[in-house]
Structure formats: C-alpha cells, structure tokens
C-alpha cells in the first residue's frame, strides 16, 4: 500500500525537532530508522500529517565513555552498537543481543533509540536496557529528564 500523504521535516537539532513536535502535536509523528514506523503508515493504520525526520540530528549519534556511563545516541544504528569495542567491553550483553535482532538490513538502518522508544517487550533492547538497569534520557516540551528503564518500561 502506499502511505497516506503527509509533510516531512527534517530538523538537524534536538531543540527544533521538539519545537516541530509541539507545533504539529498529535498530528505529528517521530522518525529514527523508520523500522516501525514505515510498515504501520504503508498499512494506513495511522496517518499524520507530519513526520519529523531525526535523521540529521547528529547530536544523536555516536558512543562515548561519559565516565561512569557508556552513552548510547538514540540515532545510532544497531550494527554500530553491536560492533563499538566500547559496547563490547562494558555491556557485552547488547553486542551478543544485537545478532539476534531482525536481519542485516534492520541492523544497518534501524536506529537504538528508536528501538528503546517503540518499546516493543519481545524486542532485544528493552530487555537489555533492564537488566543492564540502563538510563534512558529523554528530551520533551518540559526539557530533560532520566529515567531507569525498568521504570520506563510498563508492559
């Protein structure tokens, strides 16, 4: 099926894709990877009127040692994540997850964050994130907030 029509943006920071969120509202609808979004909009099971494209955001991206924490980017892939040495060396269990997440197309385009956000309970990412007691950080209207993601996630 092809997707109802909607307007697209993509912002290159965090500050204007939430301005951009809280301009459309409900009628709006995030994009990382696209890995569940782009099924359910070819099915017409949802049509917003705008998609937010995270993709050039690239303050999103990328791994980094911030200490006492490996900081993952929401925007980075799942093959990235899998192969960092960093991932490797202090959250071994998400390299081993990552080869049993979907195929090799999904690895490459699907996106972490993404992933964490749809929180879908069968996925790898959630699970990991739990039993690792992970911190989510996420950004809205409010500004930025932690979460654990044992709380994040409900279901």
Same mark, same amino acid.
């Given at each position: 099926?092809?997707?109802?029509? +909607?307007?697209?943006?993509?912002?290159?920071?965090?500050?204007?894709?939430?301005?951009?969120?809280?301009? /459309?509202?409900?009628?709006?609808?995030?994009?990382?990877? *696209?890995?569940?979004?782009?099924?359910?909009?070819?099915?017409?099971?949802?049509?917003?009127?705008?998609?937010?494209? #995270?993709?050039?955001?690239?303050?999103?991206?990328?791994?980094?040692?911030?200490?006492?924490?490996?900081?993952? *980017?929401?925007?980075?892939?799942?093959?990235?994540?899998?192969?960092?040495?960093?991932?490797?060396?202090?959250?071994?269990?998400?390299?081993?997850?990552?080869? /049993?997440?979907?195929?090799?197309?999904?690895? /490459?385009?699907?996106?972490?964050?993404?992933? #964490?956000?749809?929180?879908?309970?069968?996925?790898?990412?959630?699970?990991?994130?739990?039993?690792?007691?992970?911190?989510?950080?996420?950004? *809205?209207?409010? *500004?930025?907030?932690?979460?654990?993601?044992?709380?994040? +996630?409900?279901?």
């Amino acid at each position: 099926m092809i997707p109802a029509q +909607f307007d697209y943006m993509a912002p290159t920071s965090v500050e204007d894709a939430l301005a951009a969120l809280a301009e /459309h509202g409900d009628d709006a609808k995030i994009i990382a990877g *696209g890995q569940s979004l782009l099924p359910v909009l070819r099915m017409r099971l949802n049509a917003p009127e705008m998609i937010i494209d #995270l993709g050039r955001i690239e303050s999103l991206r990328g791994i980094r040692d911030d200490g006492d924490a490996i900081v993952i *980017g929401a925007m980075t892939p799942h093959a990235v994540v899998g192969s960092d040495p960093l991932v490797a060396e202090h959250a071994a269990l998400i390299s081993r997850a990552v080869e /049993h997440l979907a195929d090799a197309q999904i690895r /490459h385009r699907g996106t972490f964050g993404g992933a #964490l956000a749809y929180a879908d309970p069968a996925a790898e990412w959630p699970a990991c994130a739990v039993a690792l007691d992970a911190t989510l950080v996420i950004a *809205g209207a409010k *500004g930025e907030r932690r979460v654990k993601a044992g709380d994040f +996630f409900q279901g």
